[in-house]
């Protein structure tokens, strides 16, 4: 199973974020556990101290690596990969997520204030990890993005018959519209082929919608999945040729 744990000074934030929905159930069936620690713990001064001002100056205060260093010592052993969440890291994608979800044991330190010491980057941090190009308050929320992404493709996490596979991204293309009763609504009727009950022309229609609407929305992605799919293509037929 595999195991999260979360280093933020607002630990019910995470707490909070994986008590519900798809998630919550994760971690109620014990498919994934999240756990939040708060670098507070650490501290042993009165006002337990957790940041101080930066070395030549600038705006913003900067997270004390001690208190740190000992949460992140408490949780880690040796399968840990520890994630620290900035904007200088890899842009989460649902390849990385997928990749993330094969992991045994995760670490995510959440920055706050202007950032962490860099020393504690340099001793323990495996790889910095983005969800955009933007600055956040605190690292947690795209702690909880990841967290979130990466659920999906742990086996159970979503109902049978569903699965992260078939998301829009992981197969490379956006998702078909979809509909629920009743069949007409605000004067628009939901499509005739879905009511129909034919499974595989509906199958079909929600391909052929599915392209038509990234060829619209994210031409990009569209070329993307083009040449993937070419490179398939051209791979099978070589196969085929060579097989005696
Ligand atoms: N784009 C991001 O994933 C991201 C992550 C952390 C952050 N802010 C944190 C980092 C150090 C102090 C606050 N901002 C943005």
């Known amino acids: 199973m595999l195991k999260v744990d979360v280093i933020t000074l607002f630990p019910e934030m995470i707490e909070g974020a994986v008590s519900h929905g798809?998630?919550?159930?994760?971690?109620?069936?014990?498919?994934?556990?999240?756990?939040?620690?708060?670098?507070?713990?650490?501290?042993?001064?009165?006002?337990?101290?957790?940041?101080?001002?930066?070395?030549?100056?600038?705006d913003g205060m900067i997270m004390l690596a001690e208190p740190l260093k000992k949460t992140i010592e408490k949780v880690q052993h040796n399968t840990s990969k520890v994630v620290y969440l900035s904007p200088q890291g890899r842009t989460l994608n649902a390849a990385i997520a997928k990749e993330f979800s094969k992991e045994e044991h995760l670490i995510f330190i959440c920055g706050r204030y202007g950032g962490i010491d860099q020393r504690i980057i340099n001793e323990y941090?495996?790889?910095?990890?983005?969800?955009?190009?933007?600055?956040?308050?605190?690292?947690?929320?795209?702690?909880?993005?990841?967290?979130d992404a990466l659920a999906r493709f742990i086996p159970g996490v979503l109902g049978h018959g569903e699965s992260a596979e078939k998301d829009s991204f992981s197969d490379g293309l956006l998702e078909q519209p979809n509909f629920t009763r009743p069949r007409e609504f605000l004067g628009q009727d939901v499509p005739e082929v879905l009511v129909g009950g034919n499974h595989k022309v509906i199958g079909e229609w929600k391909d052929k919608v599915s392209a038509l609407v990234t060829l619209k929305?994210?031409?990009?992605?569209?070329r993307e999945y083009i040449k993937v799919e070419t490179e398939k293509y051209n791979s099978l037929k070589k196969k085929k040729t060579a097989a005696p």
């Open 22 to 58: 798809v998630l919550g159930q994760a971690v109620k069936s014990d498919l994934l556990s999240v756990k939040a620690h708060t670098p507070r713990e650490f501290t042993e001064d009165k006002h337990r101290t957790v940041d101080d001002r930066p070395f030549g100056g600038g």
């Open 217 to 222: 929305k994210r031409p990009d992605l569209f």
């Open 125 to 147: 941090v495996d790889e910095e990890l983005s969800i955009g190009d933007y600055v956040l308050s605190g690292g947690e929320l795209g702690a909880l993005v990841i967290i």
